[in-house]
C-alpha cells in the first residue's frame, strides 16, 4: 500500500502499481477527517491507455492525458521515491 498525504487530506493506494487486471482495486480518500472508499472495476489499464492514445491520434483529438500531466506524475514518482529512500516526508 501507499499512502500520500497532502495539505487538505489523503489519498491510500491500495495496490498503488500494476494493479492485477482481474480484480478490482480500491483507493480511500480523507479529507477533513471524512474517509471515502472508492473501488475500481478489474480492468487491463495498459490497453485502455492505449486505446483511449490511439482514439485521440486517429480522431485529432488531444491526448487524454497531456504531456506536462505525465512530466508532473514522473516528478510525483521520484519524490515517493526519494521519500521512502530517505524515511522521511518530502515536498514538491
Known amino acids: ?8 487530506g489523503s489519498i491510500k ?11 478490482s482495486v480500491k483507493i480511500w480518500l480523507v ?11 478489474k480492468c487491463d489499464q495498459y490497453s485502455c491507455q492505449a486505446d483511449r492514445f490511439s482514439l ?3 480522431e485529432h483529438r488531444k491526448t487524454p492525458v497531456s504531456m506536462e500531466d505525465a512530466i ?8 515517493i521515491k526519494e521519500s521512502d529512500r530517505l524515511g522521511i516526508k518530502v515536498s514538491l
Do not use: C, S, Y
Not at 500500500?1 to 487538505?8: A, H, N, R, S, Y
Not at 479529507?31 to 472495476?41: C, L, N, T
Not at 508532473?72 to 519524490?79: C, G, L, P
Open 13 to 23: 493506494f491500495e495496490i498503488p502499481f500494476n494493479p492485477p487486471q482481474d480484480q
Open 31 to 41: 479529507k477533513e477527517e471524512v474517509k471515502k472508499e472508492i473501488e475500481f472495476e
Open 72 to 79: 508532473n506524475n514522473m516528478i510525483v514518482i521520484e519524490k
Open 1 to 8: 500500500q501507499v499512502q500520500i498525504f497532502g495539505t487538505e
Open 56 to 58: 485521440a491520434i486517429m
